[in-house]
């Protein structure tokens, strides 16, 4: 292999031990409770970008940006197996049963690609899109101390217009720049720091 072609991020928060904080971070509606959860999943990214990094020195690695529907993340209201988590969750929030069931099945969508997959996700979150950004330009930086050089890709996914990168490509810009500064100030003049692009994609 020459390096990695898309690193899907939706699918680092499948696993046990943090699909409760992506899960929290959908449904809350407390700024706090939000911020909380960005920072605990700005945590796990950069540990996952840095080993991938490590692993693959001297390579091209394309991160997509998160690209799934939120409610394939959350349990399904109709199915009695899933009642435990439902409840879990709830009371994670503060909230009641039957304000967590309703806020999942809000979330649902028949048809995702025609909704809110893809950069239309980062549109109506783009504290998400800034989380990631300072996740991977972190973990590239810290890689770069450790002597690792690679390349970093930024994938905006699924575009439909001209429109949606622009909205999004400040957004990430912005945050990569201020990582750099913050960082590791003379990463600013390496080109090879990190490139933006996205996948086009119409369904």
């Not at 449904?27 to 996952?48: A, V």
């Not at 400040?170 to 996205?198: S, Y």
């Amino acid at each position: 292999a020459e390096g990695v072609g898309l690193c899907r991020t939706e699918h680092m928060f499948f696993a046990p031990d943090r699909i409760d904080v992506f899960r929290q971070l959908i449904l809350t509606e407390d700024e706090g409770q939000r911020k909380e959860c960005l920072q605990q999943m700005l945590k796990m990214q950069q540990s996952d970008f840095l080993d991938i990094f490590r692993a693959a020195e001297h390579h091209e690695v394309v991160i997509r940006l998160l690209d799934a529907p939120t409610h394939e993340f959350l349990p399904d209201p109709d199915k009695l197996e899933h009642d435990n988590q439902i409840l879990d969750i709830a009371e994670k929030l503060g909230l009641s049963e039957n304000q967590c069931r309703s806020r999942i099945k809000m979330l649902r969508e028949t048809n995702p690609m025609m909704g809110c997959r893809g950069c239309r996700q980062a549109i109506i979150h783009p504290d998400l899109v800034d989380m990631q950004t300072r996740a991977i330009m972190t973990a590239y930086v810290l890689a770069h101390r450790e002597g690792i050089r690679v390349r970093a890709q930024i994938m905006i996914p699924m575009v439909f217009s001209n429109h949606e990168i622009d909205v999004l490509s400040p957004i990430i810009i912005t945050a990569a720049n201020e990582v750099l500064r913050q960082e590791h100030a003379q990463l600013e003049k390496d080109e090879t720091c990190f490139d933006l692009g996205t996948m086009i994609e119409l369904p």
